[in-house]
């Protein structure tokens, strides 16, 4: 399996311009969540997923902020407008949650660095 | 709810020596425990994890956890340290009807020193 896809991995934008991350989780894989990574805040969810449906998004910022997961194979996260503070890494994630819940195992994308000037 | 506490944000060992990286947690339901390694520029990497069967756990690259419920606590080691360990290590905890979701530590970063 190709596992956990991410892209761009490296996006470099200007202050107000509108930055989407893309997602393909492992196939077959019904949860999907997107995390954020800082020195200073270390990781945070943002928002998770289950077949599709956002179950929390309590995590997102505000509002310039926004998932969808249209199908099972595909995410996106845009940040509109962005922002400096929002240079960060961004990490997708996702799991086959089957059984007991909370045993199985959420496998990371190689995350995007975003850098917001 | 959950949480978690990792004790130490750095620890620095040398090269054979063993590594003890500390977590405590804390769960209101039966918990599931989980290290993740990163190492620089990669995302996160599964090293092993509890789900109630054994409590001592062994994983990947000759670490090892042991689950101690009424310490609360989920210690990873390793009993000689290679310079390849150094990275940033993170402890999770889910339990519960959580769809897979995690709540992780702040993470400790292992230097390991020749």
């Known amino acids: 399996d190709a596992g956990v896809i991410q892209s761009p991995r490296h996006e470099v934008t200007e202050m107000g311009q509108e930055v989407t991350l893309r997602c393909k989780p492992i196939?077959?894989?019904?949860?999907l969540f997107w995390y954020r990574q800082t020195m200073m805040r270390g990781l945070e969810l943002l928002i998770y997923f289950n077949n599709n449906v956002p179950i929390d998004d309590s995590g997102m910022p505000e509002d310039r902020f926004s998932a969808k997961m249209p199908n099972a194979s595909f995410s996106t996260l845009k940040i509109q407008p962005s922002e400096p503070r929002d240079s960060a890494v961004y990490f997708c994630a996702s799991i086959l949650t089957r059984g007991a819940a909370g045993t199985d195992t959420q496998y990371f994308g190689p995350g995007t660095r975003l850098t917001v000037l | 709810a959950q949480s978690v506490t990792q004790l130490g944000s750095h620890v620095s060992v040398s090269e054979g020596a063993l590594v003890l990286l500390r977590c405590n947690y804390s769960s209101s339901v039966p918990p599931y425990l989980f290290w993740y390694v990163q190492y620089p520029n990669q995302g996160l990497q599964l090293l092993l994890k509890?789900?109630?069967?054994?409590?001592l756990v062994k994983g990947i690259n000759g670490f090892e956890a042991e689950f101690k419920k009424s310490e609360t606590s989920f210690h990873l080691t390793k009993p000689s340290a290679h310079m390849s360990d150094a990275a940033e290590y993170f402890c999770?905890?889910?339990?519960?009807?959580?769809?897979?979701?995690?709540?992780f530590g702040q993470g400790t970063i292992l230097t390991v020193h020749p």
């Open positions: 999770a905890v889910t339990g519960g009807t959580s769809y897979g979701k995690l709540t």
């Open positions: 196939s077959g894989h019904n949860s």
């Open positions: 509890y789900t109630s069967a054994a409590t």
